[in-house]
């Protein structure tokens, strides 16, 4: 069973943040967006906060090959994100697809309870407009 993080005014404060943005932020930028909004939390904080709203599904986090991105996504049921790697704009997608191959891949090697994610990263049609 999951626990769901304790409403502190760091969880709440975190969450108003990644409210207000559509794009992946990474802890360090939410960090920022905090401090320049007058709130005094931690770095160390904004981890575990970010941590237990994603074990909590609350929200959703993809590496970068860089570091951790962090967004709460509009739907709560399982998909994947297509991400410009100039602006950060992300999409939600679907992949059945990705699914049944996740699946086939798993099944034919004896594995089960599987889980996966699949995100894309390319980019958007404003950037490729700007090049």
Do not use: K
Not at 43 to 51: E, G, I, N, P
Not at 60 to 73: K, S
Not at 107 to 118: A, K, N, P, R
């Amino acid at each position: 069973m999951t626990t769901l993080p304790r409403n502190t005014r760091q969880r709440r404060a975190v969450a108003e943040i990644l409210a207000r943005t559509t794009e992946f932020s990474s802890a360090q930028q939410i960090h920022e967006q905090l401090r320049r909004h007058g709130q005094a939390v931690g770095l160390s904080t904004v981890y575990r906060t970010l941590q237990a709203l994603v074990d909590s599904g609350e929200i959703d986090a993809l590496h970068d090959g860089e570091e951790i991105l962090y967004r709460r996504c509009e739907v709560s049921h399982h998909h994947h994100h297509l991400v410009c790697r100039h602006c950060g704009a992300a999409v939600e997608v679907e992949g059945p697809g990705a699914e049944q191959w996740a699946a086939c891949v798993a099944e034919e090697h004896g594995y089960v309870d599987i889980t996966h994610t699949l995100e894309i990263f390319g980019t958007c049609r404003d950037c490729a407009a700007q090049m």
